[in-house]
């Protein structure tokens, strides 16, 4: 029997690991479930799941849900407060933590979790983009084991030759691997013009085409600037420089992304988009279990398309990659400016085109340094915050 904890249960990701754990009773029991806010949120799956603790970030919501389950009869302890994420991240008990928590916020607590050398399956790219380095160091020097969630890096994963981790720790190039090939949908408005760019509205930003996911990941692959962060957290996982891999757009997701060797063969993942075959994926890795995703119909699939992005109307990707190849706190301060710039286009006080403006300016003034520890990773996301905050404002 396996221990899990899910941080950020109560989102997209969060929901979908619940409802494959729930299809296998008999090897995963649930230890830990968290959420920022929104207790109700939470509610059902403590008297579904039983989980020994549930956190509620926010002490007010904690004890609304302490109250509710108490009087359903139910013996989960409820803990408040941001340390009791990385609490339930990294308790003994804990075999396995889903990393699902949207945004810099769930870098300590992912991290925690690295440190205590548990199975992390990381849905939360926003730590990897941001702390890179110390994450990567971390999962070495703690014996962690890192499996992607991401539907893409999945794929690659999967696509990676039969002892993927050993080929990881030697380079992609000792294992006869040329190029990752990132596969993009292209987001809601891939055919618009730049003029049409200018007035879209966050609702239409966040309906997606071919995924149901939070906001904020829906408005960063309207972007585009879903697939830079990938690109980043890519390089990351799979050690590969930014030049190795090429992001291609294909709008139908059914290809999740591919890898290509130096024989000239490319071996793909493909399947429907739902998260729920990346989450068993690597919940039962090396093992494949059912995920209650249904099988990929070909036939009415029919195309497969393929097109280069668009980096002109789309300049968020330009922006990643360029922060990618710099190195050292530029994705930190990348992925702060963009959670402020995307925040500030939900609450309809910029619009879509500003957000890559905004970060443009940020990572223009702020200087790059070297990641050396948290507290350098750390200032830089709060410096580059400070200063997006202050160019929203100033418009
Ligand atoms: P979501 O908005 O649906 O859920 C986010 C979760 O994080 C919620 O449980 C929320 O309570 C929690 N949270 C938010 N702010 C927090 C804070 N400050 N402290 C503690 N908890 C906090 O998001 P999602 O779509 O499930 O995405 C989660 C992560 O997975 C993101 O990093 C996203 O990029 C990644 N991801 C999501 C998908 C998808 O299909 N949804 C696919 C690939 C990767
Ligand atoms: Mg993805």
Redesign the pocket.
Known sequence: MQFVTI????????S?TLDVLARHPDRYRVYAL?????WR?LADACLTHRPRYAVV?EPAEAEALQAWLKAKGSETEVLSG?QA?SEVAAAPAVDTVMA????A??LVPTLAAVEAGKKVLL????ALVMAGALFTRAVEQHRATLLP???EHNAIFQCLPAHPQDCLSEGLATCGVRKILLTASGGPFREYSRQQLEAVTPEQACAHPN???????SV?SATLM?KG?ELIEACWLFRARPEQIEVVVHPQSVIHSMVEYVDGSVLAQLGNPD?RTPIEHALAWPERIASGVSGLDMISTARLDFEAPDLDRFPALRLAVEAAGQGGTAPALLNAANEVAVAAFLRRQIGFTDIPKVIESVLERVPVTEPEDLLVVQTADQEARRLAQSLIEAR
Do not use: H, R
């Open positions: 941080l950020g249960a109560s989102g997209s990701i969060g979908s968290t959420a920022f806010s929104q949120k970030v941001t994420l699902a928590i949207v945004g916020a769930g849905a939360n790219k926003e969630i991401d539907s995924w149901s996911m939070g906001q904020k990941i960063d879903n962060l998260m």
